[in-house]
């Protein structure tokens, strides 16, 4: 599951790219921060990849989850941090809808 989810995740930084102009483009990898002080998108960028995770998730694994939610908010750690962090808390969020 966890390639699929990094698949998607990839998948939704080349969309979200194809937004951005070519100086703002998102570099998929392991480096890649979506807070913080070394973010790599602005909030509204950030919005609209979340979006377009959503989406993603719901086409291709027929399931509907919501990223930003209470639990999000509620963890020491922002699941929102970066690509590996973002991935496991996809996962977990996924195997709770199983």
Do not use: W
Not at 8 to 32: P, R, S
Not at 49 to 73: C, R, T
């Amino acid at each position: 599951m966890k390639e699929l989810i990094r698949e998607i995740l990839k998948e939704a930084i080349d969309e979200l790219n194809e937004q951005l102009d070519d100086n703002e483009k998102v570099v998929f990898g392991e480096d890649t921060r979506f807070i913080g002080s070394h973010a790599c998108i602005d909030s509204m960028g950030f919005v609209t990849f979340i979006s377009i995770i959503e989406e993603l998730i719901a086409d291709k694994m027929g399931k509907n989850i919501q990223l930003v939610n209470e639990k999000a908010f509620s963890q020491k750690h922002s699941p929102f941090y970066s690509i590996e962090t973002l991935a496991n808390y996809i996962e977990t969020l996924l195997n709770e809808k199983d």
